[in-house]
């Protein structure tokens, strides 16, 4: 039962193509640190590969074919790639699916204070982190202004190597003895994740002239002015590029692996398929993971199932029953990461049911916490075909619970998508020191990723 090390699979021209997909990986994780990013980025790549915007297809009461594909951007936080197969929709979707949030901090909507000559941003932390993790370390600002004119102003700070980067400071060791004697949780708390953005005050000015000389640079670089952040969208993420881990080079060191490392794998597998599948492939891309998957913009809202509606129309064979009888009928991984073997911290691991690095890509029939809450517990006659499927296509693949299990656990989009009556079970990469600000993954288990996404959509 114990599954091989995917590395000893490869020959030379195999190591050559996870090469090439890694390279482009590191750029897709540099260029995307917010859903929104990475929503604009997956566009380009997708309309480089002919795919187009289906709101304007609808607009011009257009038509689709076996064949076609499309994309729909929600709000420009998720996205949904389709590419149309000779069966009709009404067989089913084969649907990869990861989210493209990552556990960061947001400004608040009134951030920026002065005091004792040091301007701040305040903060509130989104998902599931340590929030000692985040203090002393460079940090970078991402994100848009919304003007009241309906001009969006793009923020990026801190990711050229001639941009200044901010970051939050900790009490020194000197004076650490209350601090160190706290539970790991409150040692840093929500309210001390105030962002350091600078001391220099403006010249003239005698009340707040450090907050002032910010406003004034922000004004000058940006064009816009502190009540503007009542509308802004603006997340404060590690600074700083991807980077080989290891003296092999076998690891990725990055940001944000969690989930975009499963959202490249599936924008890839979805992008590589030139011919027309037998049935329609879905790559979807959602937001608000990390908090619950709620919102407009969250695996919780109907745009999937719009989405599915307006290609029917579009395909001619519209209507409620076909609608439903199509969404029951898809076959969906949902693609999120896993938690990797960690031999540091064994005791919160069971070993013959967990992930480990560079054992390829990992299935985890269930997810939930405890007793399986929050779960979608895929059935087994699903996990026997893609058994098949992963062995046909000669895909490295492993099998693997989320720790012990009572020692917590964690949630996917697949239950939300399983309400429609589809099959689904979770899939990903390991992932080690998840929800860090620095994750690592296995350039191996990338590369057998989208190998499997790829076999899926094509097999399913």
Same mark, same amino acid.
């Given at each position: 039962?114990?599954?091989?090390?995917?590395?000893?699979?490869?020959?030379?021209?195999?190591?050559?193509?996870?090469?090439?997909?890694?390279?482009?990986?590191?750029?897709?994780?540099?260029?995307?640190?917010?859903?929104?990013?990475?929503?604009?980025?997956?566009?380009?790549?997708?309309?480089?590969?002919?795919?187009?915007?289906?709101?304007?297809?609808?607009?011009?009461?257009?038509?689709?074919?076996?064949?076609?594909?499309?994309?729909?951007?929600?709000?420009?936080?998720?996205?949904?790639?389709?590419?149309?197969?000779?069966?009709?929709?009404?067989?089913?979707?084969?649907?990869?699916?990861?989210?493209?949030?990552?556990?960061?901090?947001?400004?608040?909507?009134?951030?920026?204070?002065?005091?004792?000559?040091?301007?701040?941003?305040?903060?509130?932390?989104?998902?599931?982190?340590?929030?000692?993790?985040?203090?002393?370390?460079?940090?970078?600002?991402?994100?848009?202004?919304?003007?009241?004119?309906?001009?969006?102003?793009?923020?990026?700070?801190?990711?050229?190597?001639?941009?200044?980067?901010?970051?939050?400071?900790?009490?020194?060791?000197?004076?650490?003895?209350?601090?160190?004697?706290?539970?790991?949780?409150?040692?840093?708390?929500?309210?001390?994740?105030?962002?350091?953005?600078?001391?220099?005050?403006?010249?003239?000015?005698?009340?707040?002239?450090?907050?002032?000389?910010?406003?004034?640079?922000?004004?000058?670089?940006?064009?816009?002015?502190?009540?503007?952040?009542?509308?802004?969208?603006?997340?404060?993420?590690?600074?700083?590029?991807?980077?080989?881990?290891?003296?092999?080079?076998?690891?990725?060191?990055?940001?944000?692996?969690?989930?975009?490392?499963?959202?490249?794998?599936?924008?890839?597998?979805?992008?590589?398929?030139?011919?027309?599948?037998?049935?329609?492939?879905?790559?979807?891309?959602?937001?608000?993971? &990390?908090?619950?998957?709620?919102?407009? /913009?969250? #695996?919780?809202?109907?745009?999937?199932?719009?989405?599915? *509606? !307006? %290609?029917?129309?579009?395909?001619?064979?519209?209507?409620?029953?076909?609608?439903?009888?199509?969404?029951?009928?898809?076959?969906?991984?949902?693609?999120?990461?896993?938690?990797?073997?960690?031999?540091?911290?064994?005791?919160?691991?069971?070993?013959?049911?967990?992930?480990?690095?560079?054992?390829?890509?990992?299935?985890?029939?269930?997810?939930?916490?405890?007793?399986?809450?929050?779960?979608?517990?895929?059935?087994? &006659?699903?996990?026997?075909?893609?058994? /098949?499927? #992963?062995?046909?296509?000669?895909?490295?693949?492993?099998? *693997? !619970? %989320?720790?012990?299990?009572?020692?917590?656990?964690?949630?996917?989009?697949?239950?939300?998508?399983?309400?429609?009556?589809?099959?689904?079970?979770?899939?990903?990469?390991?992932?080690?020191?998840?929800?860090?600000?620095?994750?690592?993954?296995?350039?191996?288990?990338?590369?057998?990723?989208?190998?499997?996404?790829?076999?899926?959509?094509?097999?399913?």
């Amino acid at each position: 039962m114990e599954r091989k090390n995917a590395w000893k699979t490869y020959d030379a021209a195999e190591n050559e193509k996870l090469n090439a997909v890694c390279s482009e990986y590191s750029k897709y994780l540099d260029n995307g640190k917010t859903e929104r990013e990475c929503v604009t980025n997956t566009i380009k790549m997708a309309e480089a590969k002919g795919y187009r915007d289906m709101n304007k297809i609808i607009a011009e009461g257009g038509k689709l074919k076996s064949g076609d594909c499309v994309y729909f951007n929600t709000m420009g936080k998720a996205v949904m790639l389709f590419k149309m197969g000779k069966q009709p929709l009404e067989k089913g979707i084969n649907i990869v699916g990861a989210h493209i949030d990552s556990p960061r901090m947001d400004l608040k909507q009134n951030p920026m204070y002065e005091d004792t000559d040091i301007a701040y941003l305040d903060t509130h932390y989104y998902g599931g982190i340590k929030k000692y993790q985040w203090v002393t370390i460079p940090l970078a600002l991402h994100g848009v202004v919304a003007k009241k004119d309906d001009t969006l102003v793009n923020i990026v700070i801190g990711e050229d190597l001639s941009d200044p980067v901010v970051g939050i400071s900790d009490l020194l060791i000197h004076l650490a003895g209350d601090q160190l004697g706290k539970k790991g949780s409150v040692v840093i708390e929500g309210e001390e994740l105030n962002v350091i953005i600078g001391s220099r005050p403006l010249e003239g000015e005698d009340k707040e002239a450090v907050k002032a000389n910010m406003l004034k640079i922000l004004k000058e670089k940006y064009d816009i002015e502190e009540e503007d952040f009542l509308s802004a969208e603006i997340e404060v993420v590690p600074a700083g590029p991807t980077r080989d881990f290891g003296l092999d080079r076998s690891m990725i060191l990055g940001y944000g692996h969690d989930d975009r490392v499963c959202s490249y794998a599936s924008v890839n597998a979805l992008l590589s398929i030139d011919d027309i599948p037998e049935y329609t492939c879905c790559c979807l891309l959602a937001d608000k993971e &990390e908090i619950g998957s709620v919102g407009a /913009t969250g #695996m919780s809202a109907k745009y999937f199932e719009n989405a599915v *509606a !307006e %290609l029917l129309n579009a395909s001619g064979s519209y209507s409620e029953l076909v609608l439903r009888r199509a969404l029951a009928a898809c076959r969906m991984l949902s693609c999120d990461v896993s938690a990797a073997y960690d031999p540091n911290f064994a005791g919160a691991f069971e070993r013959k049911n967990s992930a480990y690095l560079g054992r390829g890509v990992c299935f985890n029939k269930y997810t939930g916490s405890r007793g399986k809450s929050g779960s979608n517990d895929a059935n087994a &006659e699903y996990c026997g075909r893609l058994r /098949t499927i #992963m062995d046909d296509a000669g895909v490295n693949f492993q099998t *693997a !619970e %989320l720790g012990k299990v009572d020692q917590g656990g964690g949630g996917t989009i697949a239950y939300i998508c399983a309400a429609y009556g589809m099959e689904v079970i979770d899939s990903g990469v390991a992932v080690l020191s998840m929800h860090a600000p620095w994750e690592i993954i296995s350039k191996a288990d990338l590369y057998e990723a989208t190998k499997a996404y790829r076999a899926f959509m094509l097999n399913a």
